[in-house]
């Protein structure tokens, strides 16, 4: 079928050589060339025609094609502006497909979404330009969008630190971060072999399905505690917390944690969201 011509190497090859088009490593551009994955991440994001996609860097387009194909409208933002004749020509035939230029990290998401999205939960499907995978997760989450779910291809390492729970090697920051607004689940392990250029990493396909109702939290206070909790890993929480500069004194720490009945001996790795959701009630404002 027509459909699948984007998937196929040949005629990504023959695409790119008529529009002269050059990979660029710094845009972490590594395009899917493997229908099979394409459909999967597809699938793993239930898309239906009643969904608006958001996708980010849709490079000549052939995860947006298959988004095309299954959902209401597709919003696609791309920041190299050589692919953009690239995307006329292998998008054009479908009218459910918008593309827009820009960086996603400097674009006003909330505008863009209003502006050319209907007003209902938004699914983000996505291969990412590694380069930026946790600046993006962090604007997406952080924005006052109205998000479903987000499904997107990262470094198989990164995935797993997403994903991971507390006591895990893989836990940090970023997987508090990622639990404190979703509900995490890696869906696909992809080799590298479904790519081209092929990176040198593996990589994993996680769905970040987004919490309804956040935890009632000062949100700032929260991520200080968990910055400081865990800016000192060898540490235990009581000294992560009490040399950190929050200007609140050691005993005062100590007897906060014992009244949760959190050991202050424990290490960061070692609390849960929901520790910390504690923590960040009890403690008096931080001077920060
Ligand atoms: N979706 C395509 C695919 O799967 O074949 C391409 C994925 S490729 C890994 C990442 C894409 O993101 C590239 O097209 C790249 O140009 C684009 N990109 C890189 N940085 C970006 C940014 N800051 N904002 C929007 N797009 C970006």
């Known amino acids: 079928m027509e459909n699948n011509r984007l998937y196929s190497p040949k005629y990504i090859k023959e695409i790119l050589s008529k529009y002269g088009f050059k990979f660029s ?28 996609v958001l996708e ?15 959902a209401k ?32 990290l400097k674009v006003d998401l909330e ?18 330009p590694y380069y930026v995978t946790t600046p993006i997760i962090t604007k997406l989450m952080e924005s006052d969008l109205n998000l479903d779910s ?3 291809m990262v470094q198989k390492e990164v995935a797993e630190r997403m994903e991971a729970k507390p006591g895990g090697k ?12 979703s509900l995490p689940e890696i869906v696909i392990n992809v080799p590298k072999t479904v790519f081209m250029p ?9 769905k970040l399905n987004i919490k309804k109702d956040l935890p009632d939290v000062d949100k700032d206070k929260f991520f200080q ?22 200007n609140i004194d050691k005993k005062t720490i100590k007897e906060t944690l014992e009244k949760l009945n959190i050991k202050p001996e424990i290490r960061a790795e070692n609390l849960s969201v929901e520790d910390f959701i504690k923590i960040s009630k009890s403690l008096p404002p931080l001077d920060i």
Do not use: M, W
Request: aromatic share 6%; with cysteine; proline share 3%.
């Open 170 to 181: 893989d836990y940090g920051s970023l997987s508090v971060f990622v639990n404190f607004y």
């Open 198 to 206: 092929q990176p040198k990493i593996d990589s994993a396909v996680i």
């Open 56 to 70: 980010i860097g849709p490079g000549i387009g052939t995860l947006t094609e298959e988004l095309a194909l299954r």
């Open 150 to 152: 987000i499904v997107v």
């Open 225 to 246: 505690i968990v910055k400081a909790a865990f800016s000192k890993r060898r540490k235990t929480l009581l000294n992560a917390l009490s040399t950190y500069g929050f």
């Open 111 to 128: 505008k863009l979404i209003e502006e050319k999205l209907d007003n209902k939960p938004v699914k983000v499907v996505a291969n990412l």
């Open 73 to 104: 409208k597709v919003l696609a933002i791309e920041l190299d502006k050589d692919l953009l004749p690239i995307l006329d020509e292998t998008l054009g035939k479908y009218n459910n497909v918008e593309i827009v230029h820009g960086d996603v």
């Open 25 to 52: 490593k710094s845009l972490g551009q590594n395009f899917l060339i493997d229908g099979n994955i394409v459909r999967k991440i597809a699938e793993k994001a239930d898309i239906t025609d009643e969904d608006c």
